[in-house]
T-cell receptor, first 113, second 115 residues
Framework: AQSVAQPEDQVNVAEGNPLTVKCTYS??????LFWYVQYPNRGLQFLLK??????LVKGSYGFEAEFNKSQTSFHLKKPSALVSDSALYFC???????????FGAGTRLTVKP | NAGVMQNPRHLVRRRGQEARLRCSPM?????VYWYRQLPEEGLKFMVY????????ESGMPKERFSAEFPKEGPSILRIQQVVRGDSAAYFC?????????????FGPGTRLTVT
């Protein structure tokens, strides 16, 4: 079985401050982990993924995420938030060999000027 | 290079009617996924198709829902005899390969409203 949890419904940060959006996962094997962003009335846009190798993954728009196997976490981070980063962020996990990708419930990020 | 295309973007149906949602994957992609998103919720996997084959429909309701991806043309998600609970955003995604490591690229979604 595979599942993913995003413990925060909402994250608020001030522009220029670092941001973290949390994600924890549960899989029976080795996971593939993904982050997507959704803007209002739009589809999801791929940000980054962890497959194997370096635990720190860099993605689009200055975002990065750190895979932590012992804590089963894959938190999304950005050193300096922009107002335009305000959106809904989804973490997703896929167990190797599975067709279905499990999404978290989403975290709404609001960056205030 | 066009992304994943979905149409219509908005669809209104009365209870009991049929809804047909279309998805054209990114150029070169032959793997299509359908998801449903209820308001303020994450996406729920419905079905995974390759050309002319349903690979995994474990997330699809057993009745009234069907999907196809013909050799020519877009993938179709069909909902017969719609009910109010079918109101949701339906997203299609495509990927380049079959492996679990391939990221999926999403279309803009079709928002179905059942009145």
């Amino acid at each position: 079985a595979q599942s993913v949890a995003q413990p925060e419904d909402q994250v608020n940060v001030a522009e220029g401050n670092p941001l973290t959006v949390k994600c924890t996962y549960s899989v029976s094997g080795n996971p593939y982990l993904f982050w997507y962003v959704q803007y209002p009335n739009r589809g999801l846009q791929f940000l980054l993924k962890y497959i194997t190798g370096d635990n720190l993954v860099k993605g689009s728009y200055g975002f990065e995420a750190e895979f932590n196997k012992s804590q089963t976490s894959f938190h999304l981070k950005k050193p300096s938030a922009l107002v335009s980063d305000s959106a809904l962020y989804f973490c997703a996990v896929r167990d190797r060999g599975n067709n279905d990708m499990r999404f978290g419930a989403g975290t709404r990020l609001t960056v205030k000027p | 290079n066009a992304g994943v295309m979905q149409n219509p973007r908005h669809l209104v149906r009365r209870r009991g009617q049929e809804a047909r949602l279309r998805c054209s994957p990114m150029k070169g992609h032959s793997h299509v996924y359908w998801y449903r998103q209820l308001p303020e919720e994450g996406l729920k996997f419905m079905v995974y198709l390759q050309k002319e084959n349903i690979i995994d429909e474990s997330g699809m309701p057993k009745e009234r829902f069907s999907a196809e991806f013909p050799k020519e043309g877009p993938s179709i998600l069909r909902i017969q005899q719609v009910v109010r609970g079918d109101s949701a955003a339906y997203f299609c995604a495509s990927s380049l390969g079959q492996g679990s490591s391939y990221e999926q690229y999403f279309g803009p979604g079709t928002r179905l409203t059942v009145t």
